[in-house]
């Protein structure tokens, strides 16, 4: 059973700063891996997806890699900013059941 | 304007009641999913379909059940089974085909959720 795991379980850093979200996962036979972010009281949106066969993906100040052999990614948000303040959610996508499982989150706090 | 549609918003149960949350997309998705949402808990997931007229249990199904007629509906059922409903509930879907297994390589999009609290 797949089990993804986020470190830290949250981070305060002030504006300007550039940071690393973690995201290790169990079982590596994954197909995707995608990053979302969540404000409070609202749905998931999709910042970023990776391919098993990709090893980073960029959109603006986001950068997300996957190290499917060592069952890890990480999602590097250049000069954060205090919208940025949000929980952070990975999920692997897995084959077969075609689930998608996620860790607990890491909960951004970007202050002014 | 394309995405998941979930209403209502927020959600009442009464004791014994069973309520049903709907979420539609207009995507052209093959697989809709349901997930749980409580504090410090993460998201777990509870139902999903990956096409029309077929779905599985995911790991918390006790207490729920869902219908996937149309491809683009997968509403969700609380019944007066599941013991504590009150949670943030969230739906998603994907695309591709589970005939052709394209649905793996794809991106995950979400509804904005439904709050259920029991009173």
């Known amino acids: 059973k797949q089990e993804v795991t986020q470190i830290p379980a949250a981070l305060s850093v002030p504006e300007g700063e550039n940071l690393v979200l973690n995201c290790s996962f169990t079982?590596?036979?994954?197909?995707?891996l995608q990053w979302f972010r969540q404000d409070p009281g609202k749905g998931l949106t999709s910042l970023l997806l990776i391919q098993s066969s990709q090893r980073e993906q960029t959109s603006g100040r986001l950068n997300a890699s996957l190290d499917k052999s060592s069952g890890r990614s990480t999602l590097y948000i250049a000069a954060s900013q205090p919208g940025d303040s949000a929980t952070y959610l990975c999920a692997p996508g897995q084959g077969g059941s075609e689930k998608l499982v996620f860790g607990k989150g890491t909960k951004l706090t970007v202050n002014p | 304007d394309g995405g998941i549609t979930q209403s209502p918003k927020y959600l009442f149960r009464k004791e014994g009641q069973n309520v049903t949350l709907s979420c539609e997309q207009n995507?052209?998705?093959?697989?809709m999913y349901w997930y749980r949402q409580d504090p410090g808990q993460g998201l777990r997931l509870i139902y999903y379909?990956?096409?029309?007229?077929?779905?599985q249990k995911g790991d918390i199904a006790e207490g729920y059940s869902v219908s996937r007629e149309k491809k683009e509906s997968f509403p969700l059922t609380v019944t007066s089974a599941q013991k504590n409903p009150t949670a943030f509930y969230l739906c998603?879907?994907?695309?591709?085909?589970?005939?052709?297994?394209?649905?793996?390589?794809?991106?995950?999009?979400f509804g904005q959720g439904t709050r259920l609290t029991v009173v």
């Open positions: 379909s990956q096409i029309v007229n077929d779905f």
């Open positions: 995507l052209n998705h093959d697989a």
């Open positions: 998603a879907s994907r695309g591709g085909s589970r005939a052709t297994l394209k649905t793996r390589n794809t991106e995950a999009f």
């Open positions: 079982d590596s036979a994954i197909y995707n």
